[in-house]
């Protein structure tokens, strides 16, 4: 039999610079449950279109998931193949809605979805929405980055390019595969799960995050390694800010703690939908 553990979650959306919200961000981590979800997509196409697009990829994948997740042992043996489908019925949702409103093609979305089972942390990912995992003082990515940023950086490592030009390339941001109604080149989506230890946190996040470094990210996380979930969120949009970044991207995530249950037995253990989530203008 697994320990008991409770989870501590907090969701967080900023507009940032931009003149409007294209990501979207929904989480369930409910006491007593087994089973937790969180899922996230950030929009691309536009305005009346990366946000609806974020919408129906997350309103979709979320509904999926939790439909099946009724009993966590069957459901984990599953899982792998829930999350498949929950990412191509959110895809056939894009291609439906591109068909009956065609002045919205081109629209598209990413997706990080995951599915927390006892200790075992499952996901898909497309795109280039990051997966973070703080463990022991060290910040690390999860999962792979669907864009051109990779390729670019290596050509850095090769001495093609320095530094600068390689965090201005126009092309750093393209995505190489990315929810909107057609084929999906590349899917992250591990068979074998990550089992998460007590103190692990998780952060679920669209790229717009990354306006802070993975230091800048790992300094707030351990500068108080004992607050709940929706401080470190309320921390983390601070530093964003503190940033005064003109250019600055709509940011989205979700933080998630694994704590054991005896303790922060008294708040922050339960999440619901759309509890203790921070909206920022």
């Not at 007593?32 to 979709?60: C, N, P, Q, R």
């Not at 990080?112 to 997966?131: C, E, K, Q």
């Amino acid at each position: 039999m697994h320990p008991v553990f409770d989870f501590d979650a907090a969701s967080a959306l900023s507009q940032g610079e931009r003149s409007y919200q294209e990501d979207a961000v929904v989480a369930d981590f409910s006491r007593g449950s087994e089973i937790g979800v969180a899922v996230l997509a950030d929009g691309m196409g536009g305005h009346a279109a990366g946000d609806v697009a974020s919408k129906i990829v997350v309103t979709e994948v979320f509904s999926e998931l939790m439909f099946q997740r009724g009993d966590a042992t069957a459901f984990e043996k599953s899982v792998i193949t829930n999350l498949h489908d929950a990412a191509m019925a959110a895809n056939a949702c894009l291609r439906d809605h591109v068909e009956t409103y065609p002045e919205t093609r081109g629209m598209g979305a990413t997706l990080v979805a995951t599915v927390i089972i006892n200790r075992h942390l499952y996901w898909i990912s497309i795109g280039d929405s990051p997966l973070f995992l703080f463990r022991d003082g060290e910040l690390s990515q999860l999962i792979e980055d669907h864009s051109m940023a990779p390729q670019i950086d290596f050509m850095v490592k090769s001495g093609l390019l320095n530094q600068d030009e390689a965090q201005c390339h126009p092309d750093r941001n393209t995505q190489t595969s990315v929810l909107f109604g057609e084929e999906m080149p590349r899917i992250d989506c591990p068979e074998n799960p990550l089992e998460q230890r007590t103190g692990d946190m998780l952060i679920v996040a669209s790229d717009g995050l990354q306006f802070l470094s993975n230091d800048e990210i790992a300094a707030v996380l351990s500068a108080t390694p004992q607050a709940y979930s929706a401080e470190i969120a309320d921390n983390l949009l601070e530093r964003l800010r503190q940033l005064n970044d003109p250019d600055l991207d709509n940011v989205s995530f979700s933080v998630v703690r694994l704590n054991a249950a005896q303790g922060h037995e008294a708040a922050g253990a339960v999440s619901e939908i759309a509890e203790s989530i921070r909206c920022v203008g």
